[in-house]
């Protein structure tokens, strides 16, 4: 079709900012793997030219702002299906970005990460269109499961909202722990790789929250100390993958009780991670 | 191919009726097929004879119902059924619309049971039973929600029933029952709500939404039907294309202009449009899923049919 058809405003951006990359950040775009479904889109909307533009746009905050350190990136699998599980805090998701960004620019092969998005996120104009094409996944277990069994390496945070939602008193304590992830890791037999991210913590202090305010579906509006985000540094640390399936069954997903206990396993992981992060930390800045 | 070689097809003037009618007259293992429509013969474009007839039936009388199946179908003792008999005009409504998508596919139904020799029955439904939203899979599997929301037009609602209907029956009657859930097929006179939407030389859509579309080819939905009777399976398939594309890659390759414009503004524009130009596209049919993704997931019918999909379709449309 793409012979036919003029290209779109998004195909003219995607090209240029594909251009626009450095060659190292070109190279890892150019080698993504993707399930092509006919029109350089795969079935759930990735499209690796809004990988690109999405890359050339956020490297900024990724090289310069945030100035991202990672720790173990071998730890990710380089095949397969996995999910990685991580600590979320910060007020705006830019702990899911530099997460995505690091195992862009770092995985070898190089690999997509699709992060599973809140169920509110599809319904929010543009948000919902730019997440979809560089890969994000919108929350719901058909979707999830379906991206498993193609071997995609999914981004969760067992926390959610409450994790990103937390009060700065509340910094590097992790909320209540949701569970999905692991009845997903043993019923679709993917390894778990727990990851810390230090620094995202202080990058917005929140002082509270608006609830009962639900524009456009948003579970509640923060009230944020800095309306910007601080040029924290952040340091991301992926630990060793935990693979339940040489202990439990596919069927052992639908048991509550083994569940939580890999649930704890699982929390437990990236506690360490994150109490490590911090006594290696030198500063929040540096 | 076919396992099947007697059988009935009902919407055989419809573009993918004549395109299987086609495909099933080059099979030599096909006896006969009786096609029903409700036009004269001639819609139909394809010599008669010792393979092929054609009844010209309404659908929507009980008597005809009847008549068919114990009148010509068992004359030429078909062993099969394929129901493809929907209303098309989405501005149509009412109860003789009802008459035709629901209870003649649950009288032929019955009646197919009560048949000598009838023993499968293939129902073509479609992608548009499925409930579209925000918080539910964009990959949609057969085990997806149905649209069974009070404010969905009779369009919908009556496809849904009739799907319903059929499924229903399964495992409790004596027939094989197999039900295949189609991607949107964008052909002219196939009752595409898309095709009708990218008559116009601009098209409106949602600012700030893009969704994913999964669309599909005649030839495909054809080989799905030769499958279908190949097969002796029972179950209820999805039957995704070839072409997986988002809304604004569609409209770019139908060569059209796209306009986007705030959600509010886009039912009554259409409306106004309808109104003045005579469109059959409803925008209220289509606001879901012209703002949240909807793909086929087609692994099933892999499986048990050996359907994939094969042929995208011919751009510009």
């Not at chain 1, 910060?90 to 092969?109: A, T």
């Not at chain 1, 890791?185 to 230090?198: C, F, G, L």
């Not at chain 2, 439904?125 to 037009?153: C, Q, T």
């Amino acid at each position: 079709m793409s012979e036919l058809v003029a290209p779109t405003l998004l195909d003219r951006i995607a090209a240029r900012a594909r251009t626009a990359l450095p060659p190292a950040w070109k190279r890892q775009v150019d080698g993504l793997r993707y399930d092509d479904a006919g029109h350089g889109y795969d079935p759930l909307g990735l499209h690796p030219g809004t990988v690109a533009a999405g890359a050339s746009a956020l490297r900024f905050l990724y090289e310069r702002y945030f100035r991202v350190r990672s720790h173990g990136v071998a730890n990710i699998p380089s095949d397969g299906p996995a999910i990685l599980a991580s600590n979320h805090s910060g007020g705006l998701p830019f702990d899911g970005s530099m997460i995505y960004l690091d195992v862009l620019r770092r995985s070898d092969p190089p690999r997509v990460l699709r992060p599973v998005m809140d169920h509110f996120v599809p319904g929010l104009p543009f948000v919902s269109t730019f997440f979809a094409r560089i890969g994000a996944i919108a929350g719901s277990r058909g979707n999830v499961r379906y991206a498993l069994e193609q071997g995609e390496l999914l981004l969760i945070f067992p926390e959610g909202t409450d994790g990103i939602g937390k009060r700065f008193a509340q910094r590097y304590q992790l909320q209540r722990w949701r569970v999905g992830h692991v009845e997903l890791a043993i019923r679709y037999r993917a390894p778990v790789v727990p990851v810390a991210v230090i620094g995202a913590e202080e990058q917005m202090p929140q002082l509270g929250r608006l609830e009962g305010v639900h524009i456009m579906g948003i579970p509640y509006v923060p009230l944020l100390l800095s309306p910007l985000p601080l040029p924290v540094r952040y340091h991301i640390y992926y630990g060793a993958p935990i693979d339940f399936s040489d202990r439990y069954s596919s069927a052992d997903a639908d048991d509550p009780e083994k569940v939580a206990v890999a649930a704890s396993e699982v929390k437990r992981a990236v506690a360490r991670l994150v109490a490590k992060g911090l006594d290696d930390r030198e500063g929040v800045f540096r | 191919m076919a396992a099947t070689t007697r059988l009935l097809l009902t919407g055989a003037t419809t573009p993918i009726g004549i395109s299987l009618l086609r495909a099933l007259l080059d099979d030599p293992a096909i006896e006969h097929i009786i096609a029903v429509g409700r036009e004269p013969a001639g819609a139909l474009g394809l010599p008669l004879g010792e393979r092929l007839s054609y009844e010209v039936s309404d659908l929507r009388r009980s008597r005809a119902r009847r008549h068919l199946l114990f009148g010509p179908a068992k004359e030429r003792a078909v062993t099969a059924v394929i129901h493809a008999a929907l209303h098309r005009r989405a501005q149509d409504s009412g109860r003789q619309i009802h008459d035709l998508n629901v209870e003649a596919t649950r009288e032929l139904l019955h009646l197919a049971e009560r048949h000598p020799t009838i023993e499968r029955f293939i129902f073509r439904s479609s992608a548009a039973v499925y409930r579209i939203v925000a918080d539910k899979p964009s990959m949609i599997d057969e085990e997806h929600p149905l649209n069974l929301g009070p404010e969905a037009p009779q369009w919908i609602r009556d496809r849904v029933e009739a799907d319903l209907t059929v499924c229903t029956h399964m495992g409790l009657s004596r027939l094989k029952i197999l039900v295949l859930r189609c991607a949107e097929c964008p052909t002219p006179n196939a009752g595409s709500q898309l095709y009708d939407y990218l008559q116009a030389p601009v098209c409106l859509r949602s600012l700030g939404f893009d969704p994913m579309l999964n669309l599909l080819s005649l030839a495909d939905g054809t080989r799905s039907l030769r499958l279908a009777l190949a097969c002796e399976c029972e179950g209820i398939l999805n039957i995704p294309g070839a072409d997986t594309l988002p809304l604004s890659r569609v409209i770019a390759a139908s060569g059209r202009r796209v306009v986007s414009l705030p959600e509010p503004l886009l039912a009554p524009l259409y409306r106004l449009r309808t109104a003045m130009v005579g469109s059959d596209f409803r925008y209220d049919l289509n606001s879901w899923r012209f703002h949240f993704s909807g793909v086929l997931d087609g692994r099933r019918a892999s499986a048990v049919l050996g359907y994939c999909p094969q042929e995208p379709l011919q751009w510009p449309l």
